[in-house]
């Protein structure tokens, strides 16, 4: 097997944001062959696969890959629930192994955990206004993750009125950048879910590599 591959199915394209966060856990098994992640992007279709079962299946088709991760936020929602509804949509669609990632509130909680990254997305990396990060402990407590983070980025960029106005219509650019900026995505070791996440990755990657009988994680 060279390299792993696998696909990425999320609720919007602005969660491609966690592609380097799927890397980042990937990496860590220290694989003896390399990765190759892509999401799964409908937008070019003439007719969206509509629900979740769709979505996973045409991805599956579509996707090819030895690992489907299928990404719903938590919201309102507890995680276990969020849990439940990969599953039975999952087993609905046929695929045969597969990670959930669930980020608790959402996935902006996963990218409030690196102020260099944040002021080099907002093009500012020497600024010094404080910005109101929340401590990593509080992350899925807080309220609105993605608010926070526009905050923070428009803080970081420290512009006038009429610069800053123009920086907020292409935020979601920024936030997406500032993932791919951070290098170490260990501080979220913190977090149940992200735990959660890595602990449910490793276990399918081992399982698909012993199934392959090469590319192993080494010892």
Known sequence: MNPFRYTLVADGPSDRSLLPIIDWVLASLELTVGIAGQMADFRYLTTPPSGLVARIRLA????PCDLLFIHRDAEAERRETR????????????????????????????????????????????????????????????????????????VACDLGRRRRD?????????????????????PLERLPAFRAFKDATHSAVERILAADGGGSPED
């Open 166 to 186: 123009q920086f907020q219509r292409r935020i979601g650019e920024r936030v997406q950048r500032v993932a791919f900026l951070i290098n170490d995505f260990g």
């Open 60 to 63: 599956f088709t579509q996707y």
């Open 83 to 154: 849990a439940e509804e990969i599953r039975a949509a999952s087993q609905a669609a046929a695929v045969p192994t597969y990670v959930p990632v669930i980020p608790v509130r959402m996935t902006e909680a996963w990218l409030l955990i690196d102020e260099n990254a944040i002021r080099r997305s907002a093009d500012n990396p020497s600024g010094t206004n404080p910005l109101p990060l929340p401590a990593i402990g509080t992350l899925e407590a807080t309220q609105d993750p993605k608010r926070v983070l526009h905050e923070c980025l428009l």
